[in-house]
């Protein structure tokens, strides 16, 4: 009878171990533990921005009435919104309704914000996506031409570029890119939106001059971190001496041994560029018309149309916590010298 | 640049004794020119944005008339011409380079005083205090600060001093995290513990101890950050708010400039240009400076 217990207990055995050794995995314990502590962080955002809302002067019910509204209209509209709810109730509400899994209505049309974000969203994925896509693919080229002759001509030259992106307003650029572009050169649109499903070259051409204007201030950051470290690989790293002294010759050495290092690094400042980039695409979107996130946070705050506000807030939080919290993870995984789950200093 | 302990420097890495010694003199030029040059031009445009208006012949930057509009450039009295409305192009760069430049340095006069306090007291103490801190600014830095500062320029009216308050909410954070930093690294050392061994008080102890010791990085840092602040200035500018027209900004002057981008690009590429030479002048200021402390 042994015999025929033991394959059944052998993925038994097996699987208590996975998970004793996943439980007792210093990473999934900082993830954990990073989760736990991003709660107080959502909290306090979304309670913030519904403070700043609140303390605004006017409400949705003035906003949609308009200034000819009489005072019992008004009464009347902000008692049907639930307006006129105490402060805290009407966070509570909203709390409430986030852990549920519902985002309430929009005040101004009604529509709910669940339905708004996922109209919204995957425009905003999109162009985000394409300047991270342009930025990556140059600069990772660059930084390795730079690298290859530390203060070469290219690297001279590469520097001097960069400093100078690194220096020009996103909106600027999307001015003057419009103005050769579209202006002078007309080869790409000025303006407008193409969704994807009527036709992928009309939404890659929309798409273009927005994604450049956000997307090279982010290739000249990149080239330059990379660059500083891809030589501080070249410079100081044991595997890079005794990959020379094997006789790998000096260019692969910088694309296959120390580009695979370098790169880890600059995954994780990618992640927690998110968080800026995103307050970034609500200027160039308008620049641009872009139907996406920024735009309806612009026109929601205009309208004093808070559930939609603080629908965008939330998620906007969300994704840079989580992009914070992914970058931490990608390091701790790719890098394991670094050890986490005590604070060192 | 201090010299390497011996013991640090590799057998056979090291180069050759004179080679080494000229290359630090040539370092070290290079470096101070590195710091040098930007300094001047920050100067340079410091001294053309609030002391030519003084000095020189400008004309007001508002209240033109209507008869004088789209003057092209070098117009008889209108060096760079006239706006759509009559105003004196030059003049208008010059008073929205000074208050693009008031906007910034107040911004980050009240990063480093605000946000300084913040992130040395946050690095002293540490502990439970420090972790609270740490995690309030957390929520500034995940709230998309973009957000907060249009809901405060329309809360309080776009003004130029409310575009100061809600820029602030960018540069305490940031700089709290840098001066907590600092502050860590200078804690434990010897001087500090003997500091603290012989009772001086917590005020004296900041004032005296951690903010000489942790202003420089800060200022630095303030460096790299007066770009961005401008050009934040100028993102608010597009979302209507900012400094509101017609008093000119090198933000709103953009902003306005783009309605007639086809047909007059210069109201567009005028201060675009000199908001890039600044920042420029700026950020190499910063890079320059930064890398002679990390130098040492």
């Known amino acids: ?345 | 640049m201090a010299d390497l302990p011996s013991d640090l420097v590799v057998a056979g890495v090291a180069p050759a004794a004179d080679e080494a010694a000229a290359a630090k003199v040539e370092g070290r030029w290079r470096s101070s020119l590195g710091v040098i040059v930007p300094a001047v031009m920050v100067a340079f445009i410091f001294g053309v944005c609030f002391i030519w208006p003084l000095i020189g012949p400008v004309p007001s930057p508002t209240g033109g008339t209507i008869l004088d509009s789209n003057l092209p450039a070098f117009s008889p009295g209108h060096f760079l011409g006239t706006d759509a409305v009559g105003n004196d192009e030059w003049s208008r760069l010059l008073y929205g380079g000074r208050s693009s430049l008031e906007i910034a340095l107040a911004v980050q006069a009240i990063g480093i005083v605000v946000g300084g306090l913040i992130g040395a007291i946050a690095g002293y103490m540490g502990g439970w205090r420090d972790s609270t801190i740490m995690r309030l600014l957390d929520v500034l830095i995940a709230f998309p600060g973009l957000v907060l500062a249009v809901a405060i320029a329309q809360g309080l009216g776009p003004s130029k001093l409310n575009t100061i308050w809600a820029l602030c909410f960018f540069s305490v954070p940031a700089t709290a995290r840098i001066a907590r930093a600092a502050t860590l690294r200078v804690r434990e050392q010897t001087f500090m513990v003997a500091a603290r061994l012989s009772g001086t008080s917590f005020p004296r102890m900041l004032v005296g101890h951690i903010a000489p010791n942790i202003l420089p990085q800060l200022l630095t840092y303030a460096l790299l950050g007066m770009g961005i602040i401008m050009i934040l200035e100028g993102a608010l500018s597009f979302v209507g708010l900012g400094v509101p027209p017609p008093a000119p900004s090198w933000g709103n002057m953009i902003a306005q400039g783009q309605s007639t981008l086809s047909a007059q690009p210069r109201f567009v590429f005028l201060p675009s240009a000199a908001l890039f030479i600044t920042v420029v002048s700026f950020n190499l200021l910063g890079e320059g400076l930064r890398s002679r402390w990390s130098g040492q």
């Open chain 1, 1 to 345: 009878m042994s015999s025929s217990t033991a394959p059944l207990s052998a993925p038994l055995a097996a699987r208590a171990g996975w998970w004793s050794r996943l439980a007792g995995s210093p990473t999934l314990r900082f993830i954990v533990r990073r989760l736990l502590l991003a709660i107080p962080v959502l909290f306090g955002v979304t309670f913030l921005s519904f403070v700043v809302m609140n303390s605004l002067p006017g409400d949705a019910a003035q906003e949609l009435l308009g200034a000819q509204a009489t005072p019992s209209e008004i009464h009347q509209l902000r008692a049907q919104l639930g307006l006129d709810k105490p402060f805290l109730t009407r966070y509570w509400d909203w709390l409430h309704g986030v852990i549920t899994g519902h985002l309430g209505h929009s005040l101004s049309s009604g529509q709910s914000v669940g339905s708004i974000l996922v109209s919204d969203l995957p425009v905003t994925f999109e162009l985000v996506a394409f300047a991270f896509l342009f930025s990556l693919a140059l600069a990772v080229p660059v930084a390795l031409a730079c690298a290859r002759k530390p203060n070469g001509v290219a690297d001279r030259l590469s520097m001097m570029f960069s400093m100078a992106g690194l220096s020009v307003a996103p909106y600027v650029l999307a001015l003057v890119l419009v103005y050769v572009f579209a202006v002078k050169l007309n080869v790409l649109p000025a303006i407008g939106w193409v969704p994807p499903g009527q036709g992928l070259w009309q939404n890659i051409r929309h798409l273009i001059l927005p994604a450049v204007s956000i997307g090279l201030g982010l290739l000249c950051f990149y080239t330059r971190l990379l660059r500083a470290d891809l030589l501080e690989q070249m410079q100081g790293e044991d595997y890079v001496v005794t990959a020379r002294a094997k006789g790998v010759r000096p260019w692969r050495v910088l694309t296959h041994h120390a580009l695979r290092n370098s790169l880890f690094g600059l995954i994780t400042v990618v992640a927690l560029n998110l968080g800026t980039l995103l307050g970034f695409t609500v200027v160039i979107e308008d620049i641009f018309g872009i139907p996406g996130i920024g735009h309806e946070l612009l026109q929601a705050i205009d309208n004093r149309d808070v559930p939609v506000i603080e629908g965008i807030v939330f998620v906007f939080a969300v994704i840079v916590v989580l992009a914070n919290l992914a970058a931490d993870v990608l390091y701790s995984i790719l890098d394991p010298r670094i050890r986490y789950g005590r604070p060192t200093e």
